[in-house]
């Protein structure tokens, strides 16, 4: 007996002092525990309930499946027969400790997949662990039912149960049955245990951290009704049922209740914050700023918050002008952050503002132009802070699902999320959470990937992906989803699905969120449209046409905006072009497409940073969403009311800054009509115009003289020619043999296509103009061969001076008399400005040489200051210098110039539209790289440098399509300007200038001659 003892005494010493960071915490846990009260009962008497309790662990040690109970059994027995004198033995007692152990590894290694997110590699360690980790698990959950460690237990307790639902439900060995509904218990707590918490007693309430988790993902309403059922309704508790309620946008925040502590102050704070930027109290907004800064000292998450909202108001106000203010306030803001982790505590909706305000910064590029040199650093950081925190379900920022995933990728991302889910669906079934609304962006994304091969696959993954989102938290989601539904059933003309997206596209036309009824309008119109139901499609079409519109004139501005209104929008002016070419109503044709291009300038366009207006859009766009989500018993009649009266409001706003005379020009404008583009046209030139179309498969191409216009159409498939003119641009630029074959191939092609229809109205013209668009603005037409029967083959620029414009109304700009080139007037030519370009400043040396009175700024006196100081005086602005294309941000593309210390600094589109003034400019010359161009995929046309120039006032731009050698440039440009020198016009000189390069063998390729491009007033 004494053996027995010391040996009892032993294990139960190993089970009370072990440590955590021992692999036998608590080793013995439930087993030795209960088997102490056991055995101390069997040493004092050999009870009727002892011998049963030996049958049953007899039985158990002969026949269970799970070897942990089989282990626990035989341990039993081994202290039953020593408490009746038997010889004192360890070795069951040593196997099921080694065992133990064992599972101690695998419970500590789970919990640490699940703090980092790994929901998949959890499922794999609970099932190597099987029903002996599950056991262990639960033994272990009658000890340690709060805590640290009960969290870990209750964790993977509710990770086994997912990774088998036919394990049995545990029934705890104090009588304490568990149920299915009780999953709740197993949520992981991520909160900090405030002073109030732990005075309140509220870290011990599984309702309080069943909400708090319900909170994390979303799932506000079934949160509220837990924190409900808190009997104590301490300040806390109120508190955070307040605050979630003004989530759902049932009540607005209110006091701060009395009694409670920082934390609790801070919390209120950022939920003031929030309900003051949504209503548009901006001193408000401030004030709360300022104050959580002063509240928030050692508290990274709300610092970040705080300094955020700072940085909106600042920016707003115009105090952020420059690359470095900005920049500065960005490492200010975002330093908090490098001190958290993903596993950070923090109360619920915290973690969900920092996503927010993640999104807010780089909002913040897309509406401003900051420069490629502040942009592509901070964004990778925001990147990496996007993934460093993406396993947190609060933080939904958009770029991480923006992102080109593989299939591999999206797949494996699809069943690490599958625990979560089963987790709160198995749980909660009726809570909406975020992890279905992540689930459905997974599958959306499958889907595009399944659309090239199987339209009726992506349809299928479509349906998954909306069936999840209706489970989740984002209703303008799953609206895109409905969408992109319909829009494959229409582009890929399904008949048997047709009736289905007709009605679908019905529903969605009556939608509150505006854009949404727009696109569904859209879908609506096409699909009447095919049917043959022409006059409804037309009613339907025009009601959607007044709505893209107010968009555009509440749009944010910018690159962003821009891809937006292409992507979604331009399937209404596309189908009422083709209606009034099908029609022959020529002028209701160009009328269309005029008006979609001046839309495209408005919204391509930042507006004017001024305070009000910037607010008012801010407060749009929040009341929006809150009546978009339909989450929470909201008033819906309120909140459109709230909507149209902040829209006449921002109506009355943008009326009052369109009369401005300075930005009146660039945003106030009517389409031109037929008859007064053609007074401009001078009798020997031809202006053409293209409309690809995906709803006919054919080009429709308008052709106007100074007399007459006609209508052309040639069958093609709008992808196909995408296709080629991104192939044409890779082969012209790679130059092999292979490459020649196949560019050369597509210029036949592409002449055949785009030029060839319209040859008779070709027949005695000099000047070919292309009002080019989408694809097309990246197309070298003067290349294009044509192979005529009788005869050799030419490229276009031999029989033709070809020139540019972005829209045919354009030319309506040039109606005063041709002016003659100034030769020896003001010339203004800037060069190799942060000295990398010797080719840049030989070629500016030449320019001098052509006129000895032009001021010549090379070097480090090519600055931003200099070129402001001129461009207002000068006749002729030539820039020799380094041009960037920004392709994920267009609105960001820049020129080099000098920053007065030897290196360069980037001026960029915005800064070319706020800062300089260039009604008096005849001509600016970018000879840079890729200045025609704002995205080598998208075909924003509107948002490249040289269109920055033309709507500042300059007469006429030369621009590139892509980088060209320094020789080449220079000697197309000295040629040019010796042209102009001699009295020829812009477009005879360029002509020539582009002839001289294809005839000198070093330079007859096309990729030496072709890039630049002429827009504006050719004559």
Not at 207 to 223: E, F, I, M, P, Q
Not at 484 to 493: A, D, F, H, M, Q
Not at 965 to 978: F, G, H, I, N, Q
Request: hydrophobic letters at 40%; glycine letters at 6%.
């Amino acid at each position: 007996m004494e053996k027995f003892a010391k040996l009892f005494v032993l294990f139960l010493l190993v089970s009370v002092t072990a440590n955590a960071d021992t692999l036998v915490q608590k080793v013995a846990e439930s087993l030795l525990f209960q088997g102490q009260a056991s055995a101390v009962k069997l040493l004092k008497d050999s009870s009727d309930s002892a011998r049963q309790n030996e049958q049953i662990q007899q039985a158990v040690a002969s026949t269970d499946d799970v070897p942990i109970s089989r282990l626990r059994a035989l341990m039993f027995l081994e202290l039953l027969r020593m408490s009746r004198g038997g010889s004192a033995e360890t070795k069951a007692a040593e196997a099921f400790m080694a065992r133990a152990r064992t599972l101690e590894a695998l419970l500590d290694k789970a919990n640490k997949e699940t703090l980092s997110g790994n929901m998949n590699a959890v499922q794999q360690t609970v099932r190597e662990g099987g029903k002996d980790l599950y056991y262990w698990v639960n033994w272990s959950r009658d000890i340690h039912k709060s805590g640290p460690r009960g969290d870990k237990l209750n964790v993977v307790y509710a990770m086994a149960f997912i990774a088998d639902p036919t394990l049995p439900v545990y029934v705890s060995e104090e009588s304490m049955e568990t149920h299915i509904e009780d999953l709740g218990e197993a949520l992981p707590f991520n909160s900090p245990i405030t002073p109030a918490e732990r005075t309140a007693g509220l870290e011990r309430s599984v309702h309080w951290r069943t909400a708090d988790y319900l909170t994390r993902v979303g799932a506000y309403a079934k949160a509220l009704e837990l924190l409900d059922r808190i009997e104590d309704k301490t300040p806390m508790v109120e508190l955070r049922k307040n605050i979630l309620g003004a989530e759902l946008g049932r009540n607005s925040v209110s006091n701060l209740p009395e009694g409670l502590g920082k934390e609790e102050r801070l919390y209120w704070l950022l939920a003031k914050l929030k309900e003051s930027e949504e209503k548009g109290r901006l001193e408000e907004f401030e004030s709360h700023a300022a104050e959580g800064l002063k509240v928030a000292e050692n508290s990274p998450l709300y610092t970040f918050c705080f300094l955020s909202a700072r940085q909106r108001v600042r920016q707003f106000r115009g105090e952020l002008n420059s690359r470095e203010s900005y920049e500065e306030e960005f490492k200010r803001t975002i330093q908090p952050l490098n001190h958290v982790t993903a596993s950070t505590k923090a109360e619920p909706l915290v973690w969900k503002r920092v996503g927010e305000n993640l999104n807010s910064w780089e909002q913040g590029w897309i509406d401003r132009a900051l420069g490629f040199n502040v942009f592509e650093p901070f964004q990778r950081e925001l990147d990496l802070l996007s993934l460093k925190f993406s396993a947190n379900p609060e933080v939904t920022r958009d770029a991480v699902w923006r992102g080109e995933m593989s299939r591999a990728e999206l797949d494996n991302l699809r069943s690490s999320l599958g625990p979560a889910i089963a987790l709160l669906n198995t749980t909660f079934p009726e809570a909406a959470h975020v992890y279905n609304t992540r689930l459905g962006l997974v599958d959306l994304a499958l889907a595009e990937l399944d659309l090239d091969t199987s339209p009726e696959e992506a349809l299928k993954r479509i349906k998954s992906a909306i069936q999840s989102l209706r489970a989740g938290t984002d209703r303008r989601i799953l609206d895109d989803a409905l969408l992109r539904e319909i829009e494959i059933v229409v582009k890929y003309k399904l008949k048997p699905r047709i009736d289905q997206a007709l009605r679908a596209s019905q529903n969605l036309a009556e939608s509150a969120r505006l854009d949404t009824r727009v696109r569904a309008r859209i879908l609506l119109a096409q699909i009447l449209d095919y049917q043959g139901v022409r006059q409804e499609a037309r009613e339907v079409l025009q009601s959607a046409l007044s709505e893209v519109e107010q968009l555009a004139l509440e749009s944010r501005g910018g690159a962003g905006a821009l891809r937006h209104m292409k992507e979604r929008y331009s399937a209404l002016f596309e189908l009422q072009a083709v209606w009034a070419f099908e029609a022959k109503e020529t002028d209701a044709a160009l009328s269309v497409m005029e008006k979609e291009a001046l839309l495209h300038k408005v919204v391509s366009t930042p507006l004017p940073e001024q305070t009000d207006v910037a607010w008012q859009k801010q407060k749009i766009e929040k009341l929006k969403k809150a009546l978009a989500t339909g989450t929470g018993p909201i008033d819906e009649e309120a909140a459109r009311k709230a909507v149209s009266a902040a829209r006449k409001e921002l109506s009355a706003m943008l009326s009052r800054l369109q009369a401005d005379p300075k930005y009146r020009r660039l945003l106030f404008t009517t389409p031109a009509e037929i008859k007064d583009i053609q007074e401009t046209l001078p009798p020997d030139s031809l202006l053409v115009q293209h409309l690809p179309s995906r709803t006919r498969d054919k080009v429709f191409i308008l052709a106007l003289t100074r007399e007459s216009v006609s209508a052309r159409e040639y069958p093609l498939r709008v992808s196909q020619l995408e296709r080629d003119v991104q192939t044409l641009r890779e082969r012209l630029i790679r130059q092999s043999p292979t490459d020649n074959r196949i560019a050369f191939g597509l210029l036949d092609k592409l002449y055949g296509q785009l030029i060839k229809p319209i040859e008779p109205e070709l027949q005695g013209k000099k000047t070919l103009i292309i009002a080019s668009s989408g694809i097309l603005n990246h197309l070298p037409f003067q290349a294009l061969i044509n192979k005529p029967e009788q005869g050799p083959a030419k490229f276009l620029i031999q029989d033709y001076a070809v020139v540019y414009s972005l829209r045919a109304g354009d030319l309506a700009r040039i109606k005063e008399p041709a002016s003659a080139f100034p030769a020896k007037g003001t010339w203004s030519v800037f060069g190799n400005p942060d000295g990398t370009l010797p080719g840049a400043e030989l070629e500016s040396l030449a320019l001098k040489q052509l006129n000895p009175g032009a001021k010549l700024y090379l070097r480090s006196q090519a600055s931003e200051n200099a070129l402001e100081q001129v461009a207002a005086s000068t006749d002729v602005l030539h820039l020799a210098t380094h041009g960037t294309l920004v392709d994920r941000n267009p609105d960001q593309s820049f020129l080099v110039m000098s920053n007065g210390r030897g290196g360069g600094e980037a001026l960029t589109r915005q800064e070319i539209l706020s800062r300089l003034d260039l009604r008096r400019t005849n001509l600016v010359t970018l000879s840079a790289c890729q200045t025609a161009l704002s995205g080598t995929r998208t075909g924003t046309e509107v948002n490249s440098l040289a269109d920055a120039f033309w709507s500042k006032g300059a007469g006429a731009v030369v621009g590139s399509l892509w980088s060209v050698p320094d020789v080449a440039t220079k000697a197309l440009m000295t040629e040019y300007y010796s042209h102009l020198s001699r009295g020829e016009n812009h477009a005879q000189a360029f002509r020539k200038a582009q002839l001289r390069l294809l005839e000198n063998r070093a330079t007859s390729h096309p990729f030496y001659w072709s890039s630049f491009i002429f827009w504006g007033d050719f004559r």
